[in-house]
């Protein structure tokens, strides 16, 4: 379970900010390739914590092809959760791939796409069903805001039965001051024939660029207590999360 997209939305936001926009307007190459690391107080997902309240080292790779707007890229993380669910490994690799870009004959170009395909490897998790999962995403956004929605056609996550499953997520990354952004999002979890354990969170945050790297401060919920750790504790009770990220 990853939580990329959003925190590159809020990065994207950041860098377009102040006097780096007029940088960013500049033509960008045809082929790119990014890199990010990251130390996160713990690993949120969707809301729920991955990693049991503690740290996670985090870290991914990015290609885009500019004139396309194809791109592709793989993100990693420490987990915990599939050993607390009695499988093993501790390792969570997203694959994925897409394509993004702006919609045709609307005015300024004002709404934006972003479609894709995104793959959860659990290495050597050994649950039954497996966690591993594959989501098929879609998103639009206008300005600083944006609506995307992702579809599982495996089951999500390890759950039974729950092939079909959808998350909508809602949100904003707005620029509030030069190098400082405000992170908002809601989503909702719906969990194919495991209605008891489909929820809502909810994220409140601030970016800031601190010029070696990008800090990042957030309070996350989601509103359910069907997810629990072996000592019984709530993974969607609200928490402070602290993230520290650095792109090259």
């Given amino acids: 379970m990853k939580s990329k997209a959003a925190g590159k939305a809020a990065v994207l936001a950041l860098v377009m ?29 969707r809301g729920l914590s991955q990693t049991r309240f503690d740290p996670a080292l985090q870290g991914g790779a990015d290609y885009t092809h500019t004139p396309s707007g194809f791109y592709a890229g793989t993100w990693l993380s420490t987990v915990k959760w599939t050993k607390d669910l009695g499988g093993d490994g501790n390792v969570e690799v997203d694959l994925y791939a897409g394509k993004r870009g702006t919609l045709s004959g609307i005015p300024g170009g004002a709404v934006t796409y972003d479609v894709g395909a995104l793959y959860y490897w659990y290495p050597s998790n050994d649950l039954h069903p497996n966690a591993n999962t594959f989501e098929l995403y879609g998103q639009v ?8 929605y992702s579809h599982a056609t495996t089951n999500l996550f390890g759950t039974p039965d729950s092939k079909q499953s959808g998350y909508l997520d809602l949100g904003a990354n707005v620029p509030v001051a030069e190098g400082l952004v405000l992170n908002l999002h809601a989503g909702r979890q719906r969990v194919k024939n495991n209605g008891a354990l489909s929820y809502t969170d909810y994220k409140i945050g601030l970016t800031k660029d601190v010029g070696f790297a990008s800090v990042a401060l957030a309070w996350v919920k989601a509103d359910t207590e069907s997810y629990l750790s072996p000592q019984g504790r709530n993974l969607g009770k609200s928490a402070a999360v602290l993230t520290v990220s650095k792109t090259f």
């Fill in 17 to 45: 900010t102040g006097a780096t926009l007029a940088r960013a307007e500049e033509a960008a190459p045809e082929h790119q390739l990014g890199y990010n690391v990251a130390l996160a107080s713990e690993y949120r997902y």
């Fill in 141 to 148: 956004g206008v300005g600083p805001a944006y609506l995307k």
